[in-house]
């Protein structure tokens, strides 16, 4: 089955307050995904220690939801 990982986690980021930007067929057309994060130019500890917070976050609700 086709998941659709990337964009299943763009959701689930932006559910969690923070947009990023999914991306697939990355390897060879068809296959791979990923995620594109792109923090202001003047980022802060604070920024990035929140960024990393909601992937974990939303990565873990999104593998719960596949895992179902």
Do not use: W
């Amino acid at each position: 089955t086709d998941v659709k990982f990337c964009y299943r986690l763009q959701d689930k980021c932006f559910e969690n307050g923070m947009t990023s930007m999914g991306f697939s067929g990355t390897v060879d057309g068809l296959n791979g995904d990923h995620i594109s994060l792109a923090p202001s130019y003047t980022v802060t500890k604070k920024d990035i220690d929140s960024i990393v917070e909601i992937m974990v976050k939303s990565i873990g609700e999104m593998v719960a939801e596949v895992s179902a």
